[in-house]
């Protein structure tokens, strides 16, 4: 009786399998060349993000109030900033830079920058890249990393390196010069 019972297990632990049919992956390895991903390019970006926080039509409102005025902690903020290729508002635009900042430091003016550089005009009108990363304002020069992208600028990766041009101290109101190095195919 206990031989039968281990064969009728064993039929049907076989059957089981049959029957499920062949394991199938939702993931398999590709060949880069079929996405046309056997060259890669490093570009550089110079541009100005121009942060406009007051004034009948700012480019960044502040959706929540900081819990602490000094460090901004806890405060967060939405923009569609326009990017120049000077530092003047009246500089040629070549495209947006939409996303948030949020204060997220207790002890100094620290951002967390989630953006994306959608380009307008140009080459890489309707193109964009994504930055994504710690920005401590009040140090001279900042890094983020450049995560990913779209159109002509998928699969990117890089860094950007961020100043301050300007900073108006009654308003807020902030120019920042960017330096970005994208790799991307």
Not at 9 to 20: E, H, I, K, P
Not at 42 to 69: I, M, Q
Not at 93 to 103: D, K, N
Request: aromatic share 10%; glycine share 10%.
């Amino acid at each position: 009786m206990a031989t039968k019972l281990v064969i009728l297990c064993l039929l049907l632990s076989v059957l089981g399998v049959t029957a499920t049919g062949p394991k199938v992956s939702y993931a398999k390895k590709m060949d880069p060349k079929t996405l046309k991903m056997d060259r890669h390019f490093l570009l550089h970006f110079h541009l100005y993000w121009h942060d406009t926080v007051s004034g009948a039509k700012p480019s960044s409102v502040a959706v929540l109030p900081p819990r602490n005025k000094a460090t901004v902690f806890g405060q967060l903020n939405l923009f569609d900033n326009p990017l120049t290729i000077g530092p003047e508002p009246s500089s040629r635009r070549v495209g947006r830079s939409q996303g948030m900042y949020a204060g997220t430091a207790h002890d100094q003016i620290g951002l967390m920058m989630g953006m994306t550089f959608a380009f307008t005009t140009g080459k890489y009108n309707g193109s964009s890249f994504t930055v994504f990363g710690r920005n401590a304002i009040t140090e001279h020069e900042r890094e983020m990393p450049v995560v990913g992208g779209t159109g002509k600028f998928r699969f990117a990766r890089g860094y950007a390196l961020a100043k301050t041009h300007h900073l108006n101290p009654d308003t807020f109101d902030a120019v920042v010069e960017y330096d970005i190095y994208v790799l991307h195919y």
